[in-house]
């Protein structure tokens, strides 16, 4: 068969298949032509999904009427015009393809007006037929009508889905765009009915608006800048994660991208705090300069390609890191001030109570913050016996709790955001008050956290101090355990002794544990030595300490956690949730759960109906 050249039709139909997969593609593209022309309101008006008319009315600056035939045509635009140009857009738009590859599938109506224009110019098209430009009545800006799309095309109509599918995907651009630019007011009208208004506002408010009060409830704000990149926006704490991607919005220079090498930095970000296959939520906004990122990569314009994406992921990942890593008693400090006067929480007078009074002050005097947790906050109180300050607590608590019943003002100490522990249920939750209400910490998974934070920081420092045992531990082994003892000694890099581990093979079936990091003194030698052993082994040991090092210290942390249905005193119990406000990642244990949650007054109020 001989070759030959396409029709225009033809090839504009070729690339429609590519631009305009759907209704939500022809949005997508006429949602950016709106913004690139500056427009500051931007209405969406659909019927049927999109595929019986897709409507976009702006008010940017127009359309010339000598430039309306060209804006129906294929490679016409006014973004770009040289190769030095493509190489450094900064517009969502500049192919000159989108409106031409929209009009050859469809009847399309463009209505616009300059604003120094004395009225309004219109064009029309159906299919490859183009129309008369006419004159026609309109303020300013652009209208924009699709209608029936692919109606000279009915097998690719054929494979749309169901109007509220093909509507679900018109939405999801729709707000996806909205979550882009805050600075621009949207509506979004469908069947007659208006679904969604946006006014101009401030980011925080625009993502609450679109993604939802949980989810701006949820969310810590980040702006990093390093070397002329920017990474800006909110990323949601780890507790508020999703069993899929629906709540992942990235954009580079304001442009929504899916890019793997994005997402691979915010999951590793991710990684020592969400729990197993959820995913987390975030809208993140990357700004650098055009030249160091190539947008024509695909033409549905989601795909990037940086010039050094390494740099680009340590940025992002040491960002985001720590954005996350702030201690409990920080992030939730600044969220309780941004809540403001809470009406149903009883506010102090001038001061404390008296007994409250004493009990704060010997809380500021008392070493918290346990560097040492060898006998599991027993070391934390100076000259005082365990016995005797465990006592002198309870004491004081008891006072205090006796104030608090006569007073109708219960205190609010800032200071210490997770408050003071009241009690503790069934040996596995300390239960604390706060100036918001009731806290629930689970104290194994809070003190794993705390061991895991200490560990990784020791090992980061090559300062992990060794326990040597009184009376060394000897236990049967199997031979691949042995073949890791020899292997570890053997190594240059001496893996067990950087872990603080002293292990010797006594026989070819016994090894003995000579010495534990010190802060593991009170774990189960034997247990913990074949764990850490069985890590090294099916990892290796360089990459145990390395990429695996994580899951390795998490082991160890574990080990260390206070077990449930341990009873711990309101001494030890105001030692945990004292370090849990000095410690990194504190609200999410290494395995991705919470470790703790605060119930308001508010909602304890609801749960016996006061006040209704």
């Known amino acids: 068969m001989r070759i030959q050249l396409l029709p225009d039709q033809l090839i504009s139909q070729i690339a429609a298949g590519e631009v305009v997969e759907r209704p939500a593609s022809a949005l997508k593209e006429l949602l950016e032509n709106s913004l690139d022309a500056g427009s500051t309101e931007i209405q969406v008006s659909l019927l049927q999904g999109g595929v019986k008319q897709l409507r976009v009315a702006d008010n940017g600056i127009g359309i010339a009427q000598d430039d309306l035939v060209m804006a129906l045509t294929r490679h016409a635009t006014s973004k770009i015009a040289t190769l030095d140009d493509l190489e450094a857009v900064a517009s969502l738009g500049f192919r000159g393809e989108a409106l031409a590859s929209i009009a050859s599938v469809s009847r399309t109506q463009i209505n616009s007006r300059l604003a120094d224009a004395k009225h309004a110019w219109s064009i029309a098209s ?32 054929k494979f749309l889905k169901t109007e509220s599918t093909e509507f679900g995907h018109c939405e999801v651009v729709f707000n996806r765009v909205a979550l882009s630019r805050p600075d621009v007011a949207f509506m979004l009208q469908h069947n007659g009915r208006v679904l969604s208004r946006y ?64 997402n691979h930095a915010i999951r590793q970000a991710y990684q020592d705090v969400l729990h197993h296959d959820r995913h987390p939520a975030f ?40 954005a996350l890593a702030s201690p409990t008693g920080v992030s939730n400090a600044v969220t309780a001030n941004q809540a403001g006067h809470n009406p149903f929480v009883p506010q102090p007078a001038n001061g404390l109570n008296n007994a409250s009074s004493a009990y704060t002050g010997y809380q500021a005097q008392m070493n918290l913050h346990a560097s040492e947790p060898n006998q599991f906050y027993q070391t934390l109180f100076g000259g005082l016996s365990a016995k005797h300050a465990a006592d002198t607590m309870q004491q004081v608590n008891h006072d205090e709790l006796a104030g608090i019943a ?45 061991m895991y934070e ?77 764990d850490v052993l069985r890590d090294l082994r099916e990892y290796g040991a360089s990459r145990a300490l390395t990429e695996r090092r994580n899951e390795l210290l998490g082991t160890m942390a574990c080990h260390a956690a206070v077990r449930a249905n341990r009873s711990l005193s309101i001494t030890e119990m105001n030692a945990l949730l004292r370090d849990m406000e000095a410690t990194e990642r504190s609200g999410m244990c290494n395995h991705g759960r919470p470790t703790w949650f605060q119930v308001s007054m508010a909602d304890l109020d609801k749960m016996f109906m006061r006040g209704q």
């Open 199 to 262: 006014t101009v506002s401030q980011p925080a408010k625009r993502f609450g608006e679109v993604l939802g009060a949980e989810f701006a409830a949820e969310t810590i704000a980040l702006d990093e800048t390093a070397a002329g990149l920017r990474l800006w926006g909110v990323a949601a704490k780890p507790t508020f994660n999703r069993y899929k991607t629906d709540t992942q919005y990235v954009y580079v220079n304001g442009r929504f991208v899916r890019d793997k090498l994005i």
């Open 454 to 530: 200490q560990l990784k920081n020791a090992l980061d420092s090559k300062s992990v101090a060794m326990q040597p045992l009184l009376i060394p531990i000897s236990f049967n082994a199997d031979r691949l355990e042995v073949a890791t003892v020899q292997e570890a000694l053997a190594s240059p890099a001496a893996s067990l002794q950087q872990l603080g581990f002293d292990i010797a093979i006594l026989s070819p079936s016994t090894l003995a544990v000579r010495a534990v990091p010190s802060m593991l003194q009170e774990s189960d030698a034997v247990s913990l030595a074949r």
């Open 126 to 157: 159906e299919g490859s037929e183009i129309s008369v430009i006419a004159p026609a009545a309109l303020d300013l800006g652009t209208i924009i009508e699709v209608n029936d799309l692919y109606f000279n095309t009915p097998a690719r109509r």
């Open 283 to 322: 809208v993140l906004f990357i700004e650098l300069d055009p030249n160091l990122v190539d947008v024509n990569v695909h033409p549905s314009k989601t795909e990037v390609r940086f010039r050094d994406g390494q740099a680009i992921h340590r940025f992002i990942f040491h960002a985001l890191h720590k």
């Open 406 to 450: 006569r007073s109708e003002q219960p205190y609010a100490e800032n200071s210490y955001p997770l408050g003071f522990a009241l009690a503790q249920i069934h040996g596995v939750y300390v239960l604390a008050q706060n100036s918001q209400g009731l806290v629930v910490v689970d104290m194994h998974a809070a003190h794993e956290r705390i």
